[in-house]
Structure formats: C-alpha cells, structure tokens
C-alpha cells in the first residue's frame, strides 16, 4: 500500500509543481505588460540579432530607467545600436527607439484610455492563459489517482485527494486573481 501513497504523492507534487508554474509565467509576462511607468522588465524577451547569434538584449547593453517614463539602452559596443534599434522595432511594444548614435533612449508615451483598456485586456488573456494552465494541473491529478484506484487505492484516499487538489486548484486561482486585480489597478491608475 505504501508504495500507492508514495504515488500519490507524486501526483500532489507534480499538480503543484504544475500550477506553481503557471503563476510563475504569468508574473514574468505582466511585468512585460507597461503600465505607465518605465520599468527595464517591459524589454525582457526581446531578442537581438548578435552577430548572427539571437541573444537577450540586457546582455548586449546596459538598460536603465532615466525617469518615470524614459528608458535608456548604453550598448556595451557601439555597432549594436542598429541591431537593438531594429529588434526594439521588431517587439512592437508600442515604442519608436530614439538613437543619438551613443545610446537609445525609449520614451514612453502616456497611455491613452483606450491603450489602459487594451492592456487589461491583455491582462485577462495572460490570467485566463494561467488559469487553463492550473486547471491542466489538476485534471492530469485527477486522472492519475483515478488509475491508482483502479491498482487499489481507498475510494476514501481517492475523494480525499481529489478534494485536496480542488482546494489546491482554488488557491492557485485566487492567486492568479489577485494579481489580476493588481495590475488592472496599476494600468488603471493614472
């Protein structure tokens, strides 16, 4: 029988590992999603042809926040400035790269009402994306004991666990809820 309830646990695992994983993609894509202030995260994921290599533009220059709404990339050689310029262009994240020939300077316009509105909308998606993701989680678990009942695990163990991972499945939404909620609050705010 210990060997069922080390399976069991597991499943557990895997379907938190799961879910825990969902939260973490949704945290790395609504820090890209702008929400008025300047923040170097927004770049992360854009990629720059490096001599032929694609590599993430923090390693081909130094970005930092110059104030509130201004962003400035120093490349760490000067012949990169077209290449990040154009993989800027290319991320079509609603700013037009500014290139003095030194450094890139990134303004970042006030958003519009009608920007806000776009941007929450972006926001659900990546929260529902997340929460398809959790519910995955638990829909694999419940397969799973279902066929360590059929090997002999308790119906009792069975509804138990079924019952932990729907109490596991509805904290991980509430998480993803909540930071649903944040971020709509934080575009919103002007």
């Known amino acids: 029988m210990s060997d069922l309830n080390q399976q069991l646990e597991i499943v557990i695992e895997d379907a938190e590992n799961a879910m825990q994983k969902s939260i973490r993609h949704l945290e790395a894509e609504l820090v890209k999603i702008r929400a008025g202030r300047a923040n170097p995260n927004m770049l992360d994921g854009i990629i720059v042809d490096y001599y032929g290599a694609p590599t993430p533009i923090g390693q081909v220059g130094n970005i930092s926040v110059a104030d509130a709404r201004t962003l400035t990339i120093q ?13 800027i262009i290319n991320a079509n994240i609603g700013v037009t790269p500014q290139n003095d020939g030194n450094i890139i300077r990134l303004f970042l316009p006030p958003l519009t009402e009608e920007r806000r509105k776009e941007l929450v909308k972006r926001v659900s998606a990546e929260g529902e994306h997340s929460k398809v993701g959790i519910r995955n989680g638990r829909r694999e678990a419940i397969e799973q004991i279902k066929k360590l009942q059929k090997d002999g695990l308790s119906e009792d163990v069975a509804k138990d666990t079924e019952k932990d991972i729907q109490a596991m499945t509805d904290k991980y939404s509430g998480i993803v809820e909540n930071h649903l909620e944040a971020k709509e609050k934080e575009i919103m705010s002007v």
């Open 75 to 87: 490349p760490w050689e000067k012949n990169m400035l077209q290449p990040i310029e154009r993989a």
